[in-house]
């Protein structure tokens, strides 16, 4: 009878526990998508991985790309979630659900497309200052 007792209070407490952790994770994927972090992830999609196929191939090809994303999310979700309390992963969600953290998720990608393309120009710079100090 004690093993009986015993083995549903700890399948309650697993289970507990489980659903915690289980809530929190969402929680930080809900974060990751209203940050804005997730539309590079359709930009690239849409932008350069899709026009390298024919347009038949096309849906097929996102479905199996985006399995890949949300993989890639989940574990990007176990690194947020060892740096990051679940409450304060609320709180970030506050922020992102006020209008100024709104804003921020939509200018987000586009200022990182921009500050990559920005970056670009400078690629021949650094590669000069690198060569330099090779020879």
């Known amino acids: 009878m004690k093993k009986l007792v015993f083995t549903v209070a700890f399948l309650s407490v697993t289970a507990f526990g489980f659903a915690q952790t289980n809530d929190f994770k969402q929680d930080v994927l809900k974060m990751m998508e209203v940050s804005g972090a997730n539309a590079s992830q359709e930009e690239l999609i849409k932008n350069q991985i899709l026009p390298m196929v024919a ?11 985006q399995t890949v994303f949300g993989e890639i999310n989940s574990d990007v979700a176990d690194l947020y979630m060892k740096k990051f309390t679940h409450d304060e992963v609320k709180e970030i969600l506050k922020f992102y659900e006020s209008p100024v953290g709104k804003k921020m ?13 920005a970056g670009e120009k400078y690629n021949m710079k650094f590669q000069q200052i690198i060569m330099k100090y090779m020879n």
């Open 55 to 65: 347009e038949e191939k096309r849906d097929d090809l996102k479905k199996e790309v």
């Open 105 to 117: 998720s939509e200018v987000t990608p586009e200022i990182t497309s921009e500050s990559m393309k």
